[in-house]
């Protein structure tokens, strides 16, 4: 079974400073590790997904990730964020055999101008 | 290329009712999943439908049920509804070809006040 942990329940940050929100996952199976974004009475959008390939994975937005299998991590960064990036972030897993999430509690994240 | 579209948006139900949520695919998708989020929390795996016929299920009780029909499109069923249902339901539509394509949509979700 897999697991996700999402250390941080809520990251405050200024305006066009760069924020890190991580992620630790646990699966003794390979895994497909996902980012999603929720805004505010909104549904789950894709920020970027992790299935194989460069570790270093971009996605919309400005955000991108990095997969770190030693430390079974997935942690999501952008260098400079803005007032528009203020939302509930997700961390997801998943394997190669099924496409069922599992996912971590969230992080609020909470651009100040 | 539509999305997943759900509806209702918004409901209001009180303890004991029934209530059925729809959802439509992505077009091309064949596999409809849904998921529970409630207030401050991450979404949770209620069950998957592929071909009709439910495809795995989650940590949730028997009165809640689904249907999946031929063109894709589900419902999602929940009978004797409780307090605790109270939530965002979420509908997430994938193709699948026996392997995890890595390709989930979500939809705006429902969402469920129970009284």
């Known amino acids: 079974a897999q697991s996700v942990t999402q250390l941080d329940s809520q990251v405050p940050v200024f305006e066009e400073a760069p924020v890190e929100l991580r992620c630790n996952y646990s699966?003794?199976?390979?895994?497909?590790l996902f980012w999603y974004v929720q805004y505010p009475n909104q549904g789950l959008q894709l920020l970027l997904k992790?299935?194989?390939?460069?570790?270093l994975v971009k996605g919309i937005n400005g955000f991108e990730a990095e997969f770190n299998k030693s430390q079974t991590s997935f942690h999501l960064r952008k260098p400079s964020v803005h007032i528009s990036d203020t939302a509930e972030y997700f961390c997801?897993?998943?394997?190669?055999?099924?496409?069922?999430?599992?996912f971590g509690t969230g992080t609020r994240l909470q651009v100040f101008p | 290329e539509t999305g997943v579209t759900q509806s209702p948006t918004h409901l209001i139900k009180t303890r004991g009712q029934q209530v059925t949520l729809r959802c439509s695919s992505q077009?091309?998708?064949?596999?409809v999943s849904w998921y529970q989020q409630a207030l401050g929390q991450g979404p949770q795996f209620i069950f998957q439908?592929?071909?009709?016929?439910?495809?795995g299920r989650g940590n949730f009780p028997p009165r809640f049920s689904g249907l999946q029909f031929p063109n894709y499109s589900s419902e999602l069923n929940v009978n004797a509804l409780e307090l605790d249902d109270s939530a965002l339901y979420l509908c997430?539509?994938?193709?699948?070809?026996?392997?995890?394509?890595?390709?989930?949509?979500f939809g705006e979700g429902s969402r469920l006040t129970v009284l």
């Open positions: 997801a897993v998943t394997t190669y055999n099924t496409d069922k999430l599992i």
């Open positions: 997430a539509s994938s193709l699948w070809v026996g392997a995890n394509t890595g390709e989930l949509f």
């Open positions: 439908y592929y071909r009709e016929e439910e495809n």
């Open positions: 699966s003794s199976v390979s895994v497909y």
């Open positions: 992790y299935l194989s390939g460069s570790t």
């Open positions: 077009s091309g998708h064949n596999t």
